[in-house]
């Protein structure tokens, strides 16, 4: 991806003539700010000396090891709007002092022991996806950082198709992944919106959850087993057996771990088959509630949809699930609450889920409006952050969040953190426009995914700390997680204690001594 941006330049998309109409509507005029070429930005100085250079290519060879700017920008931020705001600050960015590419456990291992005698913090580098500051090279009291990328864990290592497993490298994207799988008939079926650029470690170290959750679970649901190299040594976790009562499951340790207990190498993953076709069909409830009530009847009676989700009144409205038609309106559409369905199997399967879960909707209140809007969501998922950069560039306050919580709470969550929003980035004419939906289901709950479009004020980066602040108060004191899928980064670290209690965060602590004794894992990220 560019440096500043979702995606590449390639992709970048003008904010189209509908979007302009609603942003003007909501924000008013703006102030542009676009973001800089990458010779414009000012970085910090390599704190690295050539010396400590060539002890790190004596390790990994001396291709894969650099200071040059053109690869240490990339690794600098990732893509919240802090990470793409800091960019356009016209300030002096902190990257990373070098970056390094090893390609074995051992070199790792050997890079992580290095590090550790010579105090520099070692921040793991998969996709740069993280929208909670997840790769920010913080260096806290180390005398530098180093970027370690997992370009290198590549491949795909075994495949099981008799038990449905494959052994895969964490620096595999998850388009590589697909690709590579599919060879063999198979697929993970892991779908996050970050897809096109994320890793399989990286999937791993956040818990993300894609948007066939409702079919296939979440990531770490995937998960059979992991290698993990740590200073103190490297160590396999999980179970060969697909489930085991021998304790704890130490692999439970590292997933959501955020490289900051040790770095992901290899992941076995739970595999299927690929589908062998897929159904469509979109409903229209009249309003959220009734909405709410009937994707819970869905997932609680288990009639099977791979994808299923809700969006509320107003994110209906604007059209959001289409990232082509953002901001138009349909005249012969019918108002309410867009709920998507998605179908994948064998044809059989398939059609009794369909018609199952169809038959149920409909009982609940929904009209059916065919299986376009699907279609334009499945061809569009991916394309909405690019959108973002757009509406940045003109200076539109534009940002995601999430939560989750359960059923019964998610109308008084929703209220909260709506009102939350709009208390802290309301100011005097503008209004922030807040839309929400249902992105992931569970029998006893959901999750809550906002959308945020606001006037910046002059000062961007603080206006939207004090709303995000604001947010997770809101979130934490009315039942929901601090994040459900986007993991904790630098950004939700201060709220840890409150998701956790002062017993898990001691810990969380205990295992991070025993594991990284001198702390240069991914410091300033997950623990506060």
């Not at 909405?384 to 003109?394: F, G, H, I, T, W």
């Not at 001691?506 to 894992?521: Q, T």
């Amino acid at each position: 991806m560019s440096f500043s941006i979702w995606g590449t330049e390639q992709e970048a998309k003008p904010l189209s003539a509908n979007l302009q109409s609603l942003v003007s509507k909501v924000v008013g005029s703006t102030t542009p700010r676009p973001a800089p070429a990458q010779p414009d930005v000012k970085i910090t100085e390599s704190a690295l000396s050539e010396a400590q250079i060539e002890q790190l290519a004596a390790i990994v060879g001396a291709g894969y090891v650099t200071q040059d700017r053109e690869q240490r920008i990339p690794r600098a931020r990732g893509k919240s709007y802090f990470d793409l705001l800091d960019w356009r600050e016209d300030a002096v960015i902190d990257v990373p002092d070098a970056v390094i590419a090893p390609a074995s456990n051992d070199e790792v291992l050997a890079i992580l022991q290095w590090c550790t005698n010579e105090r520099v913090a070692v921040v793991p580098f998969g996709g740069g996806t993280s929208v909670v500051g997840g790769v920010s090279p913080l260096r806290g009291d180390f005398d530098a950082v180093l970027s370690l990328d997992l370009a290198r864990f590549d491949a795909i290592e075994d495949v099981d198709p008799i038990s449905g497993e494959a052994t895969l490298g964490a620096g595999m994207s998850g388009p590589h992944a697909e690709i590579a799988l599919a060879e063999h008939g198979l697929q993970l079926g892991h779908f996050p919106q970050s897809f096109p650029y994320a890793t399989i470690g990286g999937f791993a170290a956040t818990r993300s959850s894609g948007q066939n959750s409702a079919g296939y679970g979440r990531f770490d649901e995937m998960v059979a087993s992991m290698e993990v190299v740590t200073p103190t040594g490297i160590t396999t976790v999980g179970d060969a057996a697909p489930a085991s009562a021998a304790g704890p499951d130490i692999k439970e340790i590292f997933l959501g771990s955020e490289g900051a207990f040790g770095v992901i190498t290899k992941v076995r993953l739970k595999v299927h088959p690929i589908p062998e076709t897929k159904a469509y069909e979109a409903f229209v409830f009249d309003d959220f509630a009734h909405g709410v009530a009937g994707v819970r009847a869905v997932e609680q009676q288990g009639t099977g949809p791979t994808v299923i989700r809700l969006s509320d009144e107003i994110e209906s409205a604007t059209n959001l699930t289409s990232t082509d038609a953002i901001g138009e309106s349909d005249a012969a559409a019918p108002h309410g609450c867009l709920c998507l369905t998605m179908y994948e199997g064998t044809r059989e399967h398939v059609a009794s889920r369909h018609e199952e879960t169809r038959n149920l909707l409909l009982s609940m209140g929904a009209t059916s409006v065919g299986e376009a809007p699907v279609r334009k969501w499945e061809k569009g998922r991916f394309g909405a952050p690019v959108l973002r950069d757009a509406l940045l560039d003109a200076g539109v306050l534009c940002e995601t969040f999430e939560t989750a919580t359960t059923w019964s709470n998610v109308p008084a969550l929703k209220k909260a953190v709506t009102a939350a929003v709009t208390a802290s980035l309301g100011d005097g004419d503008s209004v922030a426009l807040v839309l929400c939906h249902v992105s992931h289901v569970y029998a006893n709950g959901c999750s809550l995914y906002f959308t945020i479009l606001g006037a910046q004020n002059d000062q961007p980066l603080q206006q939207w700390g004090t709303a995000k602040r604001a947010i997770l108060q809101a979130i934490t004191d009315h039942g929901g997680t601090i994040t459900h899928h986007h993991a904790v980064g630098k950004d939700h670290a201060g709220f840890m204690d409150k998701e956790v209690g002062e017993m898990g965060l001691g810990v969380l602590r205990a295992i991070k001594s025993h594991l990284d004794p001198a702390g240069i894992l991914n410091p300033g990220k997950l623990l506060p």
